[in-house]
């Protein structure tokens, strides 16, 4: 099972898949980090070695992700909390927070279905 930054990666997955996995990484960041350490992206996660999962691990921690990623994203919600404004405000209502129209837009956002207790008899 190979572990990077605390996630199980899965096994039966592309390299180039399994790190998306990883919180902030996406497809094209999951390409420059194969290129720079010299990994076939269509290798699959089993067939890595040890060594190869360590020049990962070591070109990851020139980015900021996980669990120091999530932590900032919190601490900066946070702040906002503390000083009022209008964008916590926002989040505080679940609506878009920058600018975006609501009118017709934003359906996923606004119309999240919210549990009732004991609705259903």
Do not use: F
């Not at 076939?40 to 996660?45: D, F, R």
């Amino acid at each position: 099972m190979a572990r990077i930054a605390w996630v199980n990666l899965p096994r039966g997955k592309h390299v180039e898949i399994a790190l998306t996995y990883i919180y902030w990484i996406g497809r094209s960041t999951a390409n420059q980090i194969l290129k720079k350490v010299w990994i076939e992206k269509t290798l699959k996660v089993e067939t890595l070695s040890e060594d190869d999962l360590d020049k990962i691990r070591n070109e990851l921690k020139n980015y900021l992700i996980e669990w120091d990623l999530r932590k900032q994203v919190s601490d900066n919600i946070k702040r906002l909390q503390e000083i009022n404004c209008y964008r916590w405000q926002r989040h505080k209502k679940r609506l878009p927070v920058r600018w975006q129209n609501t009118k017709t837009n934003a359906k996923t956002r606004k119309w999240r279905a919210v549990a009732i207790a004991n609705k259903k008899k």
